[in-house]
C-alpha cells in the first residue's frame, strides 16, 4: 500500500497544508513508521492499526466502531496486479456511509458513479480537486456517502447478489439435473434446489 499512497503524496500534502487544524489524514493499514511520516513532513497524520482484526469480518467491525472518517481515499496505483483487484474499498466506505476519492482504475470505473457515489481521480489535480469539494461541501459530502451506502445496500449485499452467482456457478455444471432434484429452473442448471438461499 505503500506504493498506492506515494502516488497521491503531493495532492495530499498539499491539501493537508490547506486545511491544517481542520483535516487529519489517518492511514489504516500502510508501514507505520518515520518513513511514512516524514513524507509528510509534520503535516496532521496518524495511523490506525487494526491489527487483532485481520479475518475481514472483524476488520469491517473494527472499521465501524473505530473510524470516525468524514471522507476516504483508494488509491490505486496501475499495474497489472491491481487490475485484477476488487472494489473493496468502495464496499468498505459505502457500508460505513463514507463518501471517498478513488482511482480511476479498473477497479472502481465501473462500480463508482462519479460525482454521485464519489469521485474518480487519474492525476494529481483531480485527486485534490476531489478531496478538496468534498472538505468544502458539507451537503455534497453527507449526500455522496448515503448514495453510496444505498447503493451498496440495494445492489451488492449477499442477499441482492446471490441470485446471480448461483446462476453463474450452476451455468459452469452439468446442463441437467439428476432425476428428482427439483432445481432453480426445471434441470437446466444443475442441482441447485430452490431452498439453497434460504
Not at 513532513?41 to 472518517?69: I, V
Not at 472502481?108 to 483531480?126: I, M, Q
Not at 469539494?133 to 449477499?158: D, F, K, Q, S, V
Request: some cysteine; proline content about 6%; overall charge neutral.
Amino acid at each position: 500500500h505503500d506504493e498506492d499512497l506515494m502516488m497521491v503524496l503531493a495532492p495530499l500534502r498539499e491539501v493537508l497544508a490547506r486545511y491544517r487544524g481542520r483535516v487529519t489524514l489517518e492511514l489504516v493499514g500502510v508501514a507505520q513508521g518515520h518513513d511514512v511520516a516524514k513524507q509528510f513532513q509534520g503535516l496532521p497524520l496518524s495511523f490506525q492499526d487494526p491489527r487483532d482484526a485481520s479475518f475481514y469480518p472483524l476488520f469491517h467491525e473494527w472499521m465501524r466502531k473505530t473510524l470516525q472518517w468524514d471522507i476516504a481515499i483508494a488509491p490505486l496505483v496501475d499495474n497489472a496486479f491491481t487490475r485484477c483487484k476488487s472494489d473493496i474499498k468502495y464496499l468498505d466506505y459505502g457500508a460505513l456511509g463514507v463518501p471517498g476519492v478513488f482511482s480511476d482504475s479498473a477497479a472502481y470505473r465501473d462500480t463508482v458513479k462519479h460525482g454521485e457515489t464519489g469521485f474518480l481521480a487519474g492525476d494529481a489535480r483531480s485527486w485534490r480537486d476531489g478531496l478538496v469539494e468534498l472538505i468544502e461541501n458539507r451537503p455534497l459530502r453527507e449526500a455522496m456517502g448515503r448514495r453510496a451506502n444505498h447503493e451498496l445496500m440495494a445492489t451488492r449485499t449477499l442477499t441482492r447478489a446471490a441470485p446471480s452467482w448461483v446462476e453463474a456457478l450452476c451455468g459452469l455444471g452439468p446442463r441437467s439435473a439428476p432425476p428428482g432434484s427439483e432445481n432453480l429452473d426445471g434441470g437446466r442448471f444443475g442441482p441447485v434446489r430452490r431452498n439453497a438461499l434460504a
